[in-house]
């Protein structure tokens, strides 16, 4: 959050420019990209204004989130009710006057926010405009997937330890159970996933890196569709179909994008494989061999072509 703080519009735009090189050589044509690792008006602007800089022209879409519900920042842990205050009534307004995200998203924990801090900040951001998302029932059984359910959120992300309840409300709204099994590999955590149950009870599954530098550092989704298979007993079919059409349904972008339909925009990776079965059982190797972006070759033989038209970084306001 400091350093966050510090970094000049500027050097994050530069940041986000070089992740959106690196996903894209792995893969990757569309992304959300949360803020949350400012905590403050300013620091949140800053961090979606560098989002939206660095994918102008930009062969990887991006859909951007405001998380400024991320945490408590440490100058307000006493006083929480303010900083719930700022968010619904400065941080808010001020993203969607800009128009800086398409989301809103709650992080709901006991070191976080309640239910019901989350259910104000999420009708609020659903007055301005914005779609709902829910950071749920990672490191506890709290309710937030039947919130997530209640608000008709776009997507449900994590769901380590939903309940029963919450699946079946899921699957009633059609939220999208956005699946991290590399977050808890990473955190080496017991507790995975109920990949199996969510997809019998008829939940829409996606799944996606969580790159963070808190819980997961990766940007590979071939590692994310390992961890899937392997780890949350999904078919290779069922993992390919939640990191491309069900991912793309969560981010509202599933009528252009995520699979090979005439009328979509013509979004390809070809992989250097003999079948799709060895995406996963050549694993912890990358094996993209072309990446093909709205129909124009962006990645050949592992090497990026020129990918944006956009200016440069833009400067720092005074």
Known sequence: MQATRAASLSDLTTLVRARLDAVLALGTTLLEAKSGYGLSLEAEIKQLEAV????????VEVVAT????????????????RYVD?????????????????????FVDAHAFSVAEARRILEAARSHGLGARLHADQLAADGTAELAAELGAASADHLEHVSDAGIEALARAGTVAVLLPAAGFFLMQEAKAPARRLIAAGVP?????DFNP???PT????SVLEHACLGLRLSIDEAITAATLN????????????????????????????????LVYRFGVPRVRSVIASGRLVVEDGRTAP????APAPSDRT
């Open 52 to 59: 939206r800089a660095a994918a102008a022209g930009h062969a």
């Open 66 to 81: 405001f998380l400024g519900a991320h945490t408590v920042p440490r100058e307000l842990r006493e006083d929480r009710g």
């Open 86 to 106: 700022a968010v619904v009534g400065e941080m808010l307004p001020a993203v969607a006057r800009a128009r800086l995200a398409a989301y809103a998203d709650v």
């Open 205 to 209: 599954v996606a799944v996606a890196t």
């Open 214 to 216: 808190g819980s997961c």
């Open 219 to 222: 940007e590979s989704m071939g």
């Open 247 to 278: 991912a793309a349904h969560a981010l509202g972008r599933a009528d252009v994008t995520g699979a090979i339909e005439v009328g979509k925009r013509g979004d390809f990776v070809v992989h250097a494989v003999p079948n799709r079965y060895h």
């Open 307 to 310: 990918l944006r038209t956009a």
